[in-house]
Structure formats: structure tokens, C-alpha cells
């Protein structure tokens, strides 16, 4: 009898385990960004902030793990069908916000449409279609063998086809993407996430709620209701996690660190990051950087390890390569130099022992510290008599005038959208090519194709292995002709008040998982 | 009266004109408006398509004389970042900018006028000296220090234990200096009432309020210590003159000659200079509303300048260029009220 009723018990207690799951998703979390997203279409733009919003209201496909590895979410499973294809099998049971079920129909209206989206469609343009095979089975077609198939399905986030599907009661196109003005998309959202938009004024606050039938039940996450309110001063987001005005915050700047590792109530975490931050010396207005010497002066007389050090507050990486750790290029025997005997012998050697003048321009706002680094940079060449004529502007100013290469020696900040080496390449240090884009933020105007080549091919290599091997010697030739000045990778940091617990749910790429955080 | 306002009206007109040309005329400087609303890895190519849709490529007098065509039929044009008409962005964001406003004219109307009044009646106390001292360093501060300081001292909270807990003299030093924290440090908070359109009010809740004082005494720490030495200033020259002198003699109550006869006549200069004020006000709520992340159009117009949102930065100078001709317009009228003898349109009459 004793043992029945433990049964009968026991049954009962299971049964209720998932109600009690979606009941306890009662916590509210307050939390202040540095900004809010700019829209509700995932596609209008490409940004980490609107990243950020994709993985609270959608879910990808696939999504990164905290090792860079995949971890399945609406695709359950996939396989290799040749070396064109790859085959995925899609969650069945998932539900939208609006109540309609996800099928392939949904992931094929998304797919066009991100071919549609000027932000997206370069990095989808590798792949040639989406073949639907039936309600929970399709295949993703690359024109060529496509290392980097999984990195960038992490970017296909189904949205909800029907919803999206229509016109609007003045006459527009709800799927239209606009990147100014107001459409359909830009201001309702219906995905398969585990939050819903419930209110939203831009610039001021956000305000989400638990979606009731999301499909993640195994999912420990128990945050009922999030309030993203924008901070972009920094000292006054810091405030508002100390005073207790808000849970959690992003990002903490380096010089807050310290203040919020003593505060008994917070919590920080810290990572290094994946952004890069360099210089580029440009060969078509100064001769001088045509020699690979001069280039290599420059490269002894920085000091990454001291500006990291130093001005970062140790909140960066140093580095001597673009790749961070993890990425597949990532050479480990390539160490920031730092000799200035050694840079005054090969000015020396160059024939440029009394140095010249160059100018130099950097933002001031747009990455951390960036216009301290660059007055540092400055001062560290006047030792090896390069001048520095500096103008530091504000990033609106400041990208027009990197467009039109409009210094001798420009800092830039470059993130992988494809969380891989061969992205920082084709941007920065291809030879500059109007026509296929390649180079497009190449400042230095370097160019050597016999490395294009070696990344072109590496780009078609399915045997990963290989594939690193070819970047690695990319990073070592690059390393070795000193083909741009790199500085560090900047470090990421969160906090939050101690019962929230947000590591397990931070990662690299800087979108917190917060349908998985709990909050205690 | 009629001229008066004719003549205020057509300066008006003529005020938003220039602003609107300077405004035009700089855009190229406050940056690439495209920047913001694309991705880093979108080509070339596809950022002159978008241009081209917005007809950023036109010469500056096309776009000029497209603007002000809209501009003429009361469209200010479509903020890049919000989607919206500019001046629904602007109406929006209004209200709070307001609120903060009136609390710190409150606050400075409250504390200025009896302290301006008391110093000049008791030059020599103890208490004007404090007084004026105190707003010596009031004026010489910056507006976002006096906000960080209070932020640390209100919100946050600052424990003090520079004195030997263990003595009663040094535990009660330490409770002394130390504070609690607690009042909010950001934003307006949740409960707001709303009133009629877009305007939600916290001035009818308990959070509302609490959310308003810190933002309120910084915007009003820079204005208070300049009413209160400029009140003193006025009643002191007052109180010399030979009417309060004869009201003296013929044996008034003090209290009815301080605050009917002199304080009257002293209020005269300080409502010129309040209205002049209340224009600078506005630059300092920028300020203000950057640090408390007040959601008013200082931080709107603050974060509209490093987005290159061009319309709701032209927008903008045109609607704070309104408000001053108005406020002054308003003090004028007031001040022709409370002096009669003064006449408006400066004719011989």
C-alpha cells in the first residue's frame, strides 16, 4: 500500500514537473545596455544589439556554446549529404508567439529573405538555396565545398512566415526590409524565442515577457519578465547596479572594474573578447610604409603589453595577430615584439634613421579607450622618429573619413561576423577591390596575393584541420611583413547583483543566452 | 500689444529660418548618418543604393528646399533612428524634459526667495554668510559633478568608518557621515500617470516623485546659488532706496515693507533674468539628462548628434529656437504687467 501511494506520489510529482517549470518563471530581471535595439526586424540590421535580440524573441537554427562549439536549438540534428549540402531536421512541436507552428516553410521565408537583407546577404551569399524536403526536413546548398556552413546557419532565425506575410492597411508589404522609416516588421515581432515584446519605446525602455508556449521546457531559465532600460553613460549604468536600480549590466567599462569586484552585492565576469583592435599603415601615402622594414620598426617600437597594461586598466588581450584564441587561424607562437633597439636598427636600415612625419586618426568614441591608445601609439613611434600629426574624431565623423583613407595610419576595431579568421582577412588586409568588395576596410592599402590566394583556398577546404593549417601560415606571413599594426583583442565584462546568476549564460560573442538565466 | 506681438511673431519666422540654413549648412560635419543604421561588412555598393533612397546624394540646396517645402506644411521631416515624424519624436520626448524643468524651478523658487530675502534683510548673520558661501561653490561646480556626487552619496549609499566604531563619539560620527542610498539614479521609473496624449506624468506617484529629486536639485544646483546672490543683490539696492526709507519713517511693520514694498520691486529684474534662464536651462538639462538618463530631449538631442539623426537635430534647433522666442516673448508680456510704465514695442506713446 505504502509503496502504491509512493507511486501514485512520485506519478504525480512528474506530472506536475512541468507545470511547476513554467510557474516558476516568476523572477523579474531589470537590466541596462549600453543601447537598445534599433528595431524589432532581426534582419534591418547586423549588430551585436540586434543579435542580442534575435536570441531573446527567435532562436537560431543552431547556436554557439560557450567553447565555440554548436549546440542543436530548432535544427535537432544534421548531416553532411555531399560536399554541397547539409541536411537538417527540424524540432517539431515549436510553437510562434502568434500561435502558428514552425515547419520549413517558415525557415525557407527566412532564408529569402535574409538573401534580401543588404546587411545579411554577403555573408549568405556562399549559399545557393534552401531546398525544403519535407514539413520538418530541408537542405542548405552551397555553390562551392563551404567550411563555414554551421557558423553561419547560427544566423537563420525562422520567423514566423505567415505573420510576416501580407500587407499592412496602408498597402505595405509586411516582409518589406527598411532600413529608415517604419515597417510592418520594424515594430511587431513573432518568433519561436522564449520572450515576447510586450512594450517598447525606443531609446527609453523594453519590456519582455515569458512566452508561455515555448518549446524549451528543459531549460532552467525562471525570468518571467526582463526591463531593458539603455544607458550609454557609463558611470550612471555602474550607479544603477550599485544603487540596486537594475540586476544586471552590459558593459562595465575597464575603470569600473574594480569598483564592482569590491561591492559585496555584484558579481563580474570577464572574457576576453574576439573584437581586434589595429592600425593600418597606408603604402599609397607614404612611401615609406612600402618598405616591409619601416613597417616592422613600427611594429618593435608598440607596445601592446604595456598598453593593455596600462591605459586598457589589463582589460584587454595583447596581440600580434588578428585571430583571437579558439578561432581556426590562431597562431600560438606569434607574440606581441616590443624592442625599440631593434626598431631604431631597422629604420636604420631602411634608410630612415631621422624618421618623417605621418598623420594619424583614430575615434574617440567607438571603442574603449580609443583615443588613449592612439596618443599612446603616437608617443611610442617618436621614439623611433616618425612624427605624429594625431586627429582624433567622433565615430560618426570619423568613418567617412576611414572611407576615404584620409590618414597615413587609421585605428580600426574588427569583429568576425562569421566568428572566423578568414572574415578579418577579406576585409583587412586583401588586396582593396571596388568591384568584389574584398579589402573594403583595408586602410593600409596592402596587398599581396599570393596570401588571397592561400585564404581563397582555405575557404573552400571542408577538412578542417587543413583549413587551420592554411590560416595559421596566413597569420605567420602576415605576422612577418608586418602588414598592419595589431593592438589587442578587447576584453568583455558583465555584472550583475549576486543572485543573478549570468555566467553559465555569457559567452564570447556577447549575446547572453538570458532564456536559460536564473535568478535566485 | 498687437505690434508687439506681429513684431514677435515675424522675428520668430526669421529665428527658425536662420537656425534651419546653419543647421543645413553643418550636416555635412556631424558625420555619415548611414554609418549607424548598417552593418561594418555591407559594401559599398549597397550603402549608395540606401543613400541614394534617401536622397542623401542631392546637393544640399535640393535638400534644403525639399525640407523646407515639407517644413512649410508642418513636416519637420522622419527621424533616421526613430522611423517617426521628428516632431512626434520631439512631443514624446517633451514632457519629461518639462517635469524635470518645473521640479528644479520649484525647488529654486522655494529656497531662492526666502534666502535671497533673508541675507539682504541680515547681511551680517551668521546664516547669510553660510549662505553665500555655500553658493560660491554651488555656482562653481559642474552641473554632472554636483550629479555624480549626488548619485554616490543618495543612491548608492557611502558607509564611513574612519572613526573607532567602538567609542560612542566615533560610532555616532560614523552613522553621522554615513548615508543610506536608495533613491533612484536613472530614468523616471514605471509608475507614471498618464495625462492626455503622449504625456505621462510623475509628479503623481511616489516613485514619479522620487525619481524626479535627484535629477531636479542638479539641474536647479547651478541656477539656485545665481537667484539667491541675485535676489540679495536687488534687495539690498532696494532697501537703500528712499521710499522704503520714508516707508521706514512713517512706521510701517518691517514685514510689510520687506515683503510688499522692496521685494515687489525686486522681483522685477529677477523675472528678465529668469526667462533668459529658463532658455539656459534647457542647455543644462542636456547635461542633466545625460547622467540621470532622463528620457527628455536633451539626451534625445544628445544621442541624435552621435547617430547623425539629421532631422531630429534640425528638428530639434528649430523647436528650442521656438520655445526661447516664446519664453521671452511671455517675459516680456509679464514684465510690461507688473510695470506698466514699461512699453513694449520701445514707440514713444
Keep these: ?29 531589470k537590466m541596462a545596455y549600453d543601447a537598445d535595439p534599433v528595431t524589432l526586424d532581426i534582419h534591418e540590421q547586423l549588430s551585436g544589439g540586434m543579435l542580442q535580440l534575435s536570441h531573446m524573441t527567435f532562436d537560431p ?61 554577403a555573408i549568405f551569399k556562399p549559399f545557393s538555396e534552401l531546398k525544403v524536403v519535407d514539413d520538418y526536413t530541408f537542405e542548405l546548398v552551397t555553390s562551392e565545398p563551404y567550411p563555414l556552413l554551421l557558423n553561419t546557419a547560427t544566423y537563420i532565425f525562422p520567423m514566423d512566415s505567415e505573420f510576416y506575410t501580407g500587407e499592412t492597411e496602408n498597402g505595405q508589404s509586411k516582409s518589406a526590409i527598411t532600413k529608415h522609416g517604419n515597417s510592418f516588421a520594424s515594430e511587431n515581432l513573432s518568433g519561436t524565442g522564449p520572450y515576447v515584446v510586450t512594450g517598447r519605446q525606443q531609446g527609453v525602455r523594453v519590456e519582455f515577457e515569458r512566452f508561455d508556449d515555448y518549446w524549451d521546457t528543459e531549460s532552467p531559465g525562471n525570468v518571467g519578465k526582463i526591463v531593458l532600460t539603455p544607458i550609454k553613460e557609463n558611470n550612471t549604468r555602474v550607479s544603477a547596479l550599485l544603487s540596486g536600480g537594475v540586476d544586471f549590466i552590459a558593459p562595465v567599462p575597464p575603470t569600473d ?23 593600418h599603415m597606408n603604402q599609397d601615402r607614404v612611401e615609406a610604409f612600402k618598405d616591409p622594414k619601416v613597417r616592422q620598426a613600427i611594429a618593435y617600437a608598440i607596445n601592446q603589453e604595456g598598453i593593455a597594461a596600462k591605459i586598457m586598466k589589463g582589460f584587454a588581450t595583447p596581440a600580434a595577430q588578428m585571430s583571437p584564441d579558439g578561432y581556426q587561424g590562431h597562431n600560438e607562437s606569434l607574440t606581441p615584439r616590443f624592442d625599440v633597439a631593434k626598431a631604431q636598427q631597422l629604420m636604420k636600415e631602411a634608410g630612415y634613421e631621422d624618421g618623417f612625419t605621418i598623420t594619424m586618426m583614430a575615434p574617440n568614441n567607438r571603442y574603449v579607450n580609443d583615443d588613449k591608445i592612439a596618443q599612446a601609439v603616437a608617443a611610442m613611434l617618436a621614439r623611433i622618429n616618425i612624427k605624429v600629426d594625431l586627429k582624433t574624431l567622433p565615430k560618426a565623423q570619423y568613418w567617412p573619413e576611414y572611407d576615404a583613407r584620409a590618414a597615413d595610419m587609421m585605428m580600426i576595431g574588427w569583429h568576425a561576423d562569421t566568428e572566423d579568421s578568414a572574415n578579418f582577412f577579406e576585409f583587412l588586409t586583401f588586396c582593396p577591390d571596388a568591384d568584389t568588395g574584398a579589402g573594403q576596410y583595408n586602410a593600409g592599402n596592402y596587398c599581396n596575393p599570393e596570401i588571397d590566394a592561400l585564404v581563397n583556398k582555405a575557404n573552400v577546404e571542408t577538412d578542417l584541420d587543413k583549413r587551420a593549417a592554411m590560416l595559421k601560415e596566413v597569420e605567420q606571413r602576415l605576422y612577418d611583413d608586418a602588414a598592419f599594426v595589431p593592438l589587442h583583442w578587447q576584453d568583455l565584462a558583465w555584472a550583475s547583483k549576486k543572485n543573478v546568476k549570468i555566467e553559465p549564460i555569457l559567452n564570447v560573442m556577447n549575446f547572453p543566452y538570458l532564456g536559460d538565466l536564473v535568478v535566485e | 500689444m498687437l505690434a508687439f506681438l506681429v513684431q514677435r511673431i515675424s522675428q520668430a519666422v526669421l529665428v527658425m529660418f536662420v537656425i534651419s540654413v546653419i543647421a543645413f549648412a553643418i550636416q555635412d560635419g556631424l558625420g555619415d548618418p548611414l554609418q549607424q543604421m548598417v552593418g561594418m561588412s555591407v559594401s559599398q555598393e549597397e550603402r549608395e543604393a540606401i543613400r541614394d533612397e534617401m536622397g542623401l546624394n542631392d546637393p544640399l540646396v535640393v535638400q534644403y528646399l525639399h525640407f523646407a517645402g515639407n517644413a512649410l506644411q508642418g513636416d519637420l521631416g522622419t527621424s533616421y533612428f526613430y522611423g517617426k515624424p521628428t516632431l512626434d519624436v520631439i512631443l514624446e520626448h517633451l514632457p519629461a524634459t518639462l517635469e524635470l524643468v518645473i521640479g528644479a524651478s520649484l525647488i529654486i523658487l522655494v529656497f531662492s526667495v526666502p534666502i535671497g ?11 547669510s554668510k553660510f ?25 548608492i549609499g557611502v558607509t564611513v568608518d574612519w572613526f573607532p566604531d567602538d567609542s560612542g563619539w566615533g560610532q555616532w560620527l560614523n552613522g553621522a557621515l554615513s548615508t543610506q542610498g536608495g533613491l533612484p539614479s536613472y530614468g523616471r521609473g514605471d509608475d507614471l500617470t498618464p495625462l492626455f496624449g503622449t504625456w505621462n506624468s510623475g509628479f503623481f506617484s511616489q516613485g514619479g516623485i522620487l525619481h524626479l529629486i535627484l535629477p531636479s536639485v542638479s539641474l ?84 541624435a548628434i552621435t547617430r547623425s539623426d539629421i532631422p531630429l537635430i534640425v528638428a530639434y534647433l528649430m523647436v528650442v529656437g521656438l520655445i ?26
Aim: charged share 20%.
Design chain 1, 1 to 29: 500500500m505504502k509503496k502504491l501511494l509512493t507511486a501514485f506520489v512520485g506519478s504525480m510529482a512528474l506530472a506536475a514537473a512541468p507545470m511547476a517549470m513554467s510557474a516558476e518563471a516568476n523572477k523579474e530581471l
Design chain 1, 61 to 121: 537554427l543552431l547556436r554557439w556554446t560557450k567553447d565555440l562549439g554548436f549546440e542543436p536549438r530548432l535544427a535537432e540534428s544534421w548531416e553532411r549529404v555531399d560536399e554541397n549540402t547539409m541536411r537538417f531536421k527540424l524540432r517539431e512541436g515549436v510553437k510562434f508567439h502568434s500561435g502558428n507552428e514552425l515547419t520549413t516553410k517558415d525557415v525557407k521565408f527566412t532564408f529569402d529573405r535574409l538573401k534580401q537583407s543588404q546587411d545579411f546577404k
Design chain 1, 257 to 279: 572594474l574594480e569598483r564592482i569586484r569590491r561591492d559585496k552585492n555584484s558579481d563580474l565576469v570577464t572574457m576576453s573578447g574576439t573584437r581586434i583592435i589595429l592600425f
Design chain 2, 117 to 127: 530675502v533673508y541675507a539682504a534683510i541680515r547681511p551680517q548673520a551668521w546664516l
Design chain 2, 131 to 155: 549662505f553665500m558661501g555655500v553658493s560660491t561653490v554651488g555656482i562653481s561646480i559642474p552641473v554632472f559633478l554636483t550629479a555624480i556626487v549626488l548619485i554616490q552619496l543618495f543612491s
Design chain 2, 220 to 303: 536647479a544646483s547651478i541656477m539656485l546659488p545665481l537667484f539667491i546672490r541675485l535676489i540679495r543683490a536687488e534687495m539690498m539696492e532696494v532697501l537703500q532706496s528712499d521710499y522704503i526709507r520714508y516707508a521706514r519713517a512713517k512706521g510701517l511693520s518691517s514685514a510689510r515693507i520687506n515683503f510688499l514694498h522692496a521685494l515687489k520691486n525686486t522681483m522685477l529684474p529677477v523675472i528678465t533674468v529668469g526667462g533668459v534662464q529658463i532658455g539656459i536651462m534647457v542647455a543644462y538639462t542636456i547635461l542633466t539628462e545625460t547622467v540621470f538618463q532622463w528620457p527628455g530631449v536633451g539626451l534625445m538631442f544628445l544621442e
Design chain 2, 324 to 349: 526661447f522666442v516664446i519664453t521671452n516673448t511671455v517675459v516680456d508680456l509679464i514684465y510690461g504687467l507688473v510695470n506698466p510704465t514699461v512699453k513694449l514695442t520701445g514707440k514713444k506713446a
